[in-house]
């Protein structure tokens, strides 16, 4: 996908900065968790901290000279929306930088080399953003309530237009039949909403790949599961089969066991990692019999798994 996002920078470890803040403007409603998720400690070597993230106050109780490590000034403390402040590490040599910026591809955000902000992007030391390809980040706020509001207000009318029936007539039964469809309405739209949040979701997913002959999880696939894990929880009644594919490499048999390892390999994230009811989702394998790209059955694209909403 192209980039939205073209952090500019003259230090690496200030270059790390902007791209955090970045991620915090795309993602406004991110919480601590989901910030220690997005940009784990393996992006960093060796090291005695747990993460990479620390509140002021856990700030304030390491030494002093690992106080000198963190992003603590005023205007460098990262503020989320839930009023957590968080305070990034500064210490980013070379090694670990690089893996931040190829890191930060995947929430698409691109770095420009050091010597393009010479042209007027970012301060000595500091660092600015560009939007790009038309990118216009979320304007932050609560997450909105809008469609509760909307089905509310369509049961409010309902019960408003059944007391108008009940008073002029003496007929109560075509008014159930009225609020029955009225009810149907309102499920329409939730539906709507979260298939369409789905629809998105496994764009990113399908496009995660396996290692030839591997069912382990990328970290581009669990960061989208952890993306689909909260549709799920928001939508008690959804229920997924997840599908796992090969290329045509190799004896079917041995496809078939890999391809289901790998679907079980994301329902099992799902069930340990992010608390999903495993009654809900179902583990399917295809082998290679259903290839995505049938004109090269080698292609690495056939090496995938797909989830499906079961209705």
């Given at each position: 996908?192209?980039?939205?996002?073209?952090?500019?920078?003259?230090?690496?470890?200030?270059?790390?900065?902007?791209?955090?803040?970045?991620?915090?403007?795309?993602?406004?409603?991110?919480?601590?968790?989901?910030?220690?998720?997005?940009?784990?400690?393996?992006?960093?070597?060796?090291?005695?901290?747990?993460?990479?993230?620390?509140?002021?106050?856990?700030?304030?109780?390491?030494?002093?000279?690992?106080?000198?490590?963190?992003?603590a000034?005023?205007?460098?403390?990262?503020?989320?929306?839930?009023?957590?402040?968080l305070?990034?590490l500064?210490?980013?040599?070379?090694?670990?930088?690089?893996?931040?910026?190829?890191?930060?591809?995947?929430?698409?955000?691109?770095?420009?080399?050091?010597?393009?902000?010479?042209?007027?992007?970012?301060a000595?030391?500091?660092?600015?953003?560009?939007?790009?390809?038309?990118?216009?980040?979320?304007?932050?706020?609560?997450k909105?309530?809008?469609?509760?509001?909307?089905?509310?207000?369509?049961?409010?009318?309902?019960?408003?237009?059944?007391?108008?029936?009940?008073?002029?007539?003496?007929?109560?039964?075509?008014?159930?039949?009225?609020?029955?469809?009225?009810?149907?309405?309102?499920?329409?739209?939730?539906?709507?909403?979260?298939?369409?949040?789905i629809?998105?979701?496994?764009?990113?997913?399908?496009?995660?790949?396996?290692?030839?002959?591997?069912?382990?999880?990328?970290?581009?696939?669990?960061?989208?599961?952890?993306?689909?894990a909260?549709?799920?929880?928001k939508?008690?009644?959804l229920?997924?089969?997840?599908?796992?594919?090969?290329?045509?490499?190799?004896?079917?048999?041995?496809?078939?066991?890999?391809?289901?390892?790998?679907?079980?390999?994301?329902?099992?994230?799902?069930?340990?990692?992010?608390?999903?009811?495993?009654?809900?989702?179902?583990?399917?394998?295809?082998g290679?019999?259903?290839?995505?790209?049938?004109?090269?059955?080698?292609?690495?694209?056939?090496?995938?798994?797909?989830?499906?909403?079961?209705?």
């Open positions: 996908m192209p980039s939205k996002v073209r952090v500019y920078g003259k230090a690496q470890n200030r270059t790390v900065l902007g791209i955090v803040n970045a991620y915090l403007i795309m993602y406004p409603h991110a919480t601590k968790a989901d910030m220690e998720k997005a940009f784990p400690l393996e992006l960093q070597d060796g090291g005695s901290w747990k993460s990479l993230f620390c509140t002021p106050e856990e700030w304030s109780k390491k030494n002093e000279s690992n106080q000198g490590l963190w992003f000034e005023k205007d460098e403390i990262l503020h989320l929306q839930d009023g957590t402040e305070i990034l500064k210490l980013w040599p070379k090694e670990n930088f690089d893996k931040m910026v190829s890191h930060a591809k995947m929430y698409d955000i691109e770095v420009a080399k050091f010597e393009a902000a010479d042209k007027g992007f970012g000595k030391g500091g660092y600015k953003l560009e939007y790009l390809n038309g990118y216009v980040p979320p304007v932050p706020g609560k909105s309530n809008k469609w509760l509001w909307i089905a509310l207000a369509a049961l409010l009318l309902l019960l408003l237009l059944l007391l108008l029936l009940m008073r002029s007539c003496n007929k109560p039964e075509p008014q159930i039949v009225e609020k029955v469809v009225e009810v149907e309405k309102v499920v329409v739209v939730h539906d709507t909403l979260y298939i369409k949040e629809e998105e979701i496994e764009k990113d997913f399908n496009a995660a790949e396996f290692v030839q002959g591997k069912a382990d999880l990328s970290d581009g696939a669990k960061f989208v599961l952890h993306d689909l909260k549709v799920l929880q939508n008690p009644e229920r997924l089969r997840l599908e796992g594919h090969t290329s045509a490499e190799g004896d079917a048999a041995f496809n078939q066991k890999l391809s289901e390892a790998r679907a079980q390999a994301a329902v099992a994230f799902l069930v340990e990692h992010e608390g999903i009811d495993a009654a809900r989702l179902e583990a399917v394998g295809k290679s019999t259903e290839l995505k790209n049938q004109e090269n059955p080698m292609a690495p694209e056939n090496r995938r798994t797909e989830f499906i909403v079961l209705e």
